[in-house]
């Protein structure tokens, strides 16, 4: 398996990956399919310099993805990015996720990120797991913030901070 940045053509699959989390209520909180069309504005947002979206790929194609995205989308936050994480159902339980967020940890200080935010479903107990044993801290709780299903869910906020690293394409200061 590899881990590489993504291509337009990988979009069919990640938006496929995406939308069969969706009937589990376990990883996001839209509750119908996204399209590949409504995807694509968010596809070309991220850039592998700065901003990467990394897919798993081995022969069977696309396992899974994860993507680094701008926290909040003000200058002072260059440095804070939110994961995406999601696995092919049908490959889960089998270190897809690992792998890709071992390569996201990897790739980031190089992309000037030094903190790394999650947010899980507090019943989301295998993504809290793997996140946990990659060291990332609960920095936060919001109760019953969600309601999937009737019924109210919980969200933690993860965190994780980096070695500080020089942002790509930004001199550091001089004094």
Known sequence: MIVRDAL?????????IYNASIPGRLATADTDPVSVEARRPWFRDFDPVRRPLL???????????VS?????????????????????????????????????LERAPACGI?????????????????????????WGWLPAVAELDGIERDLAILGRRL?????????????
């Open 8 to 16: 337009e053509a990988d979009l069919e699959a990640v938006v496929a």
């Open 55 to 65: 897919v798993a790929e081995d022969e069977a194609g696309i396992a899974g993805w």
């Open 114 to 138: 030094r903190t790394l935010l999650a947010f899980v479903f507090g019943h989301n107990a295998a993504s809290l797991r793997l996140f946990a044993s990659r060291g990332f801290e609960r």
């Open 68 to 104: 680094l995205h701008s926290f909040y989308g003000r200058p002072a936050y260059f440095a804070t990015v939110e994961l995406g994480l999601y696995v092919d159902p049908a490959r889960q339980g089998q270190g897809v996720g690992k792998r890709l967020l071992d390569a996201a």
């Open 163 to 175: 070695a500080p690293q020089a942002p790509p394409n930004r001199p550091e200061s001089v004094t």
